[in-house]
């Protein structure tokens, strides 16, 4: 998606060889526009896949979530990272280490929000390690239901999380591909790679 990669070569920064910072439209401040886009990016790469809701992960996932749900007309659940008064019964849980916060949490979504009759779509912000995409996934299997597809904002293609997901047979779309982030240069899979 060539605004997505413009936006990360303009507004992105190379913390290190393996940490991307994108602040100023996905992780922090949102670019609504871009979210716009991103969305359509998802409906087009998963149409025909009879998708009934989707599944991300709080916080930056929620954006591209919900435009994504806007353009595919389904509903959006994201799994909490904690605890809720609210959130107290009836929940599949999955364990998630998260790279960047260099810890783990136990992720939850209640149960009647997703059932054995749905097929849903996993949206990400980032795949790196495949942490995230996989907990996801393995909440999906908990509730009896399906698999669609995992769409991920960005990928560091270089680590090990899309080998990961594609060894587990799921259908994997991401929007930028990131081949390295050596010497604070962001660069990308050539489309022929991708």
Do not use: C, W
Not at 166 to 185: C, F, M, P, Q, T
């Amino acid at each position: 998606m060539q605004l997505l990669k413009e936006k990360i070569l303009n507004e992105g920064v190379a913390l290190s060889d393996t940490v991307l910072k994108v602040d100023h439209f996905l992780n922090h401040q949102i670019d609504p526009e871009l979210m716009a886009e991103i969305g359509q990016a998802f409906k087009e790469r998963f149409e025909g896949k009879n998708i009934t809701r989707i599944l991300t992960l709080e916080s930056s996932g929620i954006a591209p979530s919900v435009m994504a749900g806007l353009s595919l007309g389904v509903p959006v659940v994201f799994a909490r990272k904690r605890k809720s008064l609210t959130l107290d019964e009836n929940l599949l849980t999955a364990e998630v280490y998260s790279y960047t916060k260099q810890e783990t949490n136990t992720i939850a979504v209640a149960d009647k929000f997703i059932n054995e009759s749905d097929v849903v779509l996993i949206i990400d912000d980032f795949l790196a390690n495949g942490e995230a995409a996989n907990a996801l996934a393995d909440i999906v299997h908990l509730a009896g239901a399906e698999v669609a597809g995992i769409g991920i904002v960005i990928e560091k293609s270089f680590q090990s999380g899309p080998q990961k997901l594609k060894d587990r047979g799921y259908h994997v779309e991401s929007l930028a591909r990131i081949a390295s982030l050596s010497n604070g240069e962001i660069n990308f899979l050539s489309e022929v790679n991708a």
